[in-house]
């Protein structure tokens, strides 16, 4: 598993997505992967980091095998955690990135069109760690 130094913040950002995804019900839906892709597509591309279709499948890739390297439940929510701590100590991750990347939780959790108790619990949970208000869904 890669050293916390080692890890960009696109790698945080995406764990974040992935754990918020799978832990809410211990199931990642193909329409949850889409909003996922999509959602990494676009943070990607809008960084000053080359970028191709191709980066953003591979960083997915590496971002779900971290996350399944991960076999405790406790391992994985403490990993959450961390990454959004890591993301919360960019210079660049102000209050609007945090409602950003809550308002894409948001949707991660509408892709499946059921919302579960958890994951409201999860986005205010994650909401706390940053600061801000959670998303009305």
Request: hydrophobic residues 45%; glycine residues 2%.
């Amino acid at each position: 598993m890669a050293d916390q130094n080692e890890i960009d913040w696109i790698d945080h950002y995406g764990f974040i997505l992935v754990a918020f995804a799978h832990m809410t019900d211990w199931y990642l839906a193909e329409s949850e992967l889409q909003v996922i892709s999509d959602k990494m597509d676009f943070m990607i591309s809008n960084t000053n980091q080359p970028y191709n279709p191709d980066r953003v499948a591979q960083k997915i890739l590496q971002v779900i095998n971290r996350y399944e390297a991960l076999t405790a439940d406790k391992d994985k929510m403490e990993a959450l955690f961390s990454s959004c701590t890591s993301l919360k100590k960019e210079t660049w991750f102000d209050n609007l990135a945090s409602v950003l990347l809550l308002e894409n939780l948001a949707e991660i959790a509408e892709a499946d069109h059921k919302i579960d108790e958890t994951e409201i619990h999860f986005l205010k949970n994650i909401a706390d760690v940053f600061g801000v208000n959670p998303p009305k869904i």
